[in-house]
């Protein structure tokens, strides 16, 4: 398999901060990259996505930010809500158009 | 707007036997389904691709004879897991492709193994 992380990190957030999720993908020539957010025994919510042509996409409440540069992908969630709590993934469409998802972080947020 | 369905939701199987899931896109057809595990605490790992009509393409480490796919029509997959052990035990999620940026996600099976 591909993508498995052993731990997940977790961005603890005051209710009403913004929050930062980060993620690095594996493979320069991906060309489409969605973030999901996971709540417990679910499967993945689609939240936002974008394209190798952006650097940056908004959405409500939530911006995502692209660098192929480095590789680096970012979820900006504003205004932080207790229902935002869950695990977030970045997932990067490779070959075959094979969505790869990354390790994941879990956010909580605290009243 | 459109539907992955997964059946079971969960299942509980003795060890030695073999259990199916299917999945189903509800309201469009979907020619590509992608099955994924998961562990608690861990990420996605892709599976295979299911593909209608052809065989499926599986990732590396994944056993073909033991993970077996069937895409039959275009709206269902099936995963059937052959000779399922304990450490079969997770959480099985598929999706399915309608359009080339639009990937649909079910809700997953929870498979038991004991």
């Known amino acids: 398999g591909e993508s498995v992380g052993l731990h997940l990190p977790t961005l603890s957030v005051q209710e009403g901060d913004n929050s930062i999720i980060n993620c690095a993908y594996s493979?320069?020539?991906?060309?489409?990259f969605i973030w999901y957010k996971q709540e417990s025994g679910k499967g993945p919510q689609f939240i936002i996505d974008?394209?190798?042509?952006?650097d940056k996409r908004q959405g409500q409440r939530v911006t995502v930010l692209l660098n192929k540069t480095v590789k680096h992908l970012s979820l900006q969630i504003a205004a932080t809500q207790p229902g935002d709590s869950a695990v977030y993934f970045c997932?990067?469409?490779?070959?075959?158009?094979?969505?790869?998802f990354g390790a994941g972080t879990r956010l909580a947020v605290h009243p | 707007g459109a539907v992955v369905s997964q059946h079971p939701s969960w299942v509980i199987c003795k060890s030695g036997t073999s259990v199916k899931i299917e999945c189903r896109s509800l309201?469009?057809?979907?020619?590509?389904m992608f099955w994924y595990r998961q562990f608690p605490k861990q990420s996605l790992m892709l599976m295979a691709t299911?593909?209608?009509?052809?065989?499926?393409?599986?990732e590396q480490g994944v056993e073909k004879d033991k993970f077996l796919i069937n895409h039959a029509s275009l709206t269902l997959s099936t995963l059937t897991v052959t000779s399922a052990h304990p450490e079969d035990s997770s959480f099985y999620i598929c999706?399915?492709?309608?359009?080339?940026?639009?990937?649909?996600f079910g809700e997953g099976s929870w498979l038991t193994v004991v």
């Open positions: 299911s593909n209608e009509g052809s065989k499926a393409t599986y």
């Open positions: 999706s399915a492709r309608a359009d080339s940026y639009t990937i649909y």
């Open positions: 309201d469009f057809q979907a020619t590509t």
């Open positions: 997932a990067e469409r490779g070959g075959y158009n094979k969505l790869i």
């Open positions: 974008i394209r190798s042509n952006m």
């Open positions: 493979n320069s020539a991906s060309d489409y």
